[in-house]
């Protein structure tokens, strides 16, 4: 077995066994970013998104402008009388909290995103840097570099392809707060974001689908990142409109970018945990697995009693894009009064556990590699209890009968949810030593984008539905694992998301800038 099983345990027992450093606190005065800043380097406007979703025979310029504004691009500023740790804060402007349709582990955003640029697109061939705060590109390289990414890519998925999106973590972005931990939460990070490029995408007919298995040193080395201090997670090919084939043996440049972010920390820390995780997890393109390989590693049928039918899931209130601009993380607003209804929480699940990753490792068609289960406090018609959630027949099937309210908030940890208060509690698993063993170490980082994919449905079906949301990842995973039965399986409970009415008349600030 490799690290990446002893990282997964780790991360399981971290609520009673705690991950190094024990006594780490982080220096929020000396914190990095939210983006990284590459202060020699131009930056070109993006034009204004497409407007109306259309049947899009490929991407174009306007287009990948809207996904990108509507995903990691700064869309408002949100202030609101809430319970999480930073309101005290928020008011200043240099700590505002800037709305985005992507969800990211505590608001972070460590996600760097690149765009290779070949021939047949509307700009000048080159290597650029998606700049969010300015909603632009930043030119990092001049020339087709595209073939270094086809070589990277070792004749997998979107070799053909003469555009590409590169999506990048530097670690300190996040590990500044949460070092140890830090690899799990980023890795979720990137599966929201590929999902919310996913779901902007399909109003217009497009296909979002990452490959995960590439050799990322020679990547890293193009983007002119220290291989150790930041990874490549996943390159996107893009079918651009009119782009057609690369040229016939385009070569790979070797060309590495010079220019550097600078970084706004005066001290940049290491964790060994962390920069062990990410050399186990390093990938190669000469080790990705076929497709299929994951079948063994999927959801286990579902668990539990006599079945409990569920109604045809609410149609949503909106579509995905104004569902991104209206998502937010609830904090301490539900309201138990105002029960969800089980057309509600029908579409929550249904939505939920048709996510996928989508990554070349998976078969068209192919079994899920996550399960959930629905802790239900206060839906209508819907007895309160722990459930599992059957989507093929689109029934809950009871685990453990009763209120589960004491449970949910006994085994939270932070302050800013009373659990008891949504309507319901939903718990995606994975068999995460089941994937590890099926595609390797490599798989930590599929499980990751699985979860946070799953995730990124949650918050966007939520606010369809006019429904507050949270995701959250403070909680005791194997108190999770005991109360719904999972002990001695491979099955993990990695995240819990909280689905219900926010209380009405809320003291909010609201004010769009995109």
């Known amino acids: 077995m490799g690290y990446a099983h002893d ?10 066994v705690p991950m190094e450093p024990v006594d780490f606190v982080p220096d929020w005065a000396d914190r990095p970013r939210k983006a990284k800043y590459y202060p020699q380097a131009e930056t070109l406007p993006l034009p204004e998104p497409a407007a109306e979703p259309y049947p899009a025979p490929g991407f174009t310029l306007p287009l ?12 408002g500023r949100r202030l609101a009388v809430q319970a999480n740790t930073d309101l005290a804060a928020l008011p200043h402007y240099t700590q505002a909290n800037w ?3 992507t969800a990211s582990g505590g608001g972070l955003y460590p996600v760097g995103v690149y765009w290779a640029a070949g021939a047949g697109g509307p700009l000048t061939p080159g290597l650029y840097h998606y700049a969010p705060h300015q909603h632009g590109l930043r030119r990092l390289l001049a020339g087709d570099v595209t073939g270094d990414v086809r070589e990277a890519l070792g004749g997998g ?14 670690y300190w972005q996040n590990s500044f707060k949460y070092n140890s931990f830090s690899f799990h939460a980023v890795s979720m990070d990137v599966g929201a974001l590929v999902q919310t490029w996913r779901l902007w995408a399909r109003a217009y007919g497009l296909r979002i689908a990452p490959a995960l298995w590439f050799d990322e040193e020679r990547l890293a080395r193009l983007l002119g990142v220290a291989p150790e201090e930041e990874g490549v997670f996943a390159v996107l090919p893009l079918e651009w409109e009119g782009g057609g084939q690369p040229p016939a043996g385009a070569p790979s440049t070797g060309a590495g970018v010079r220019h550097r972010d600078a970084e706004r920390s005066r001290t940049v820390l290491a964790f060994e945990t962390l920069e062990r995780i990410h050399a186990a997890t390093l990938g190669r ?20 009693g006599e079945p409990v039918p569920l109604p045809v899931p609410a149609a949503p209130l909106m579509g995905e894009a104004a569902a991104l601009r209206a998502r937010r993380s609830s904090f301490g607003r539900f309201d138990a009064t105002r029960a969800v209804t089980a057309e509600q929480l029908a579409a929550a699940l249904a939505d939920c556990a048709a996510t996928r ?17 629905a802790f239900v406090n206060h839906v209508e018609g819907i007895e309160p209890g722990s459930y599992a959630y059957d989507p093929a027949a689109h029934v809950l099937r009871l685990v ?3 209120p589960p309210g004491p449970f949910l908030q006994a085994n939270y940890f932070l302050s800013n949810y009373n659990l008891e208060q949504a309507g319901a509690v939903l718990v995606p698993t994975v068999r995460t030593t089941a994937v590890l063993d099926a595609v390797g170490d490599r798989g930590y980082r599929l499980v990751g984008a699985a979860v946070g994919a799953v ?15 949270g995701v959250a990842l403070g909680f005791d995973n194997v108190s999770y694992a005991e109360q719904l039965g999972l002990t001695g399986t491979d099955e993990a409970p990695l995240l819990i998301m909280l689905l219900g009415h926010e209380r009405p008349r809320p003291a909010d600030f609201r004010h769009e800038i995109a």
């Open 99 to 101: 709305s985005r349709g």
């Open 285 to 304: 393109a000469g080790d990705r697995p076929a497709p299929g390989a994951l079948d063994a590693a999927a959801a286990y049928p579902p668990r539990g």
């Open 357 to 373: 990753p989508g990554s070349e490792a998976e078969r068209p068609g192919g079994p899920p590699l996550t399960a959930l289960y």
């Open 400 to 402: 453990v009968p009763g």
């Open 7 to 16: 990282y997964a345990s780790a991360i399981m027992y971290r609520g009673r």
């Open 157 to 170: 998925p979107g070799g053909d392809h003469t555009q590409y999106l590169v999506l990048s973590v530097k």
């Open 64 to 75: 990948l402008s809207g996904m990108l504004q509507e995903s990691y691009g700064l869309t």
């Open 455 to 469: 995730a990124q449905t949650f918050y966007t079906t939520a606010a369809a539905h006019g429904l507050g949301a």
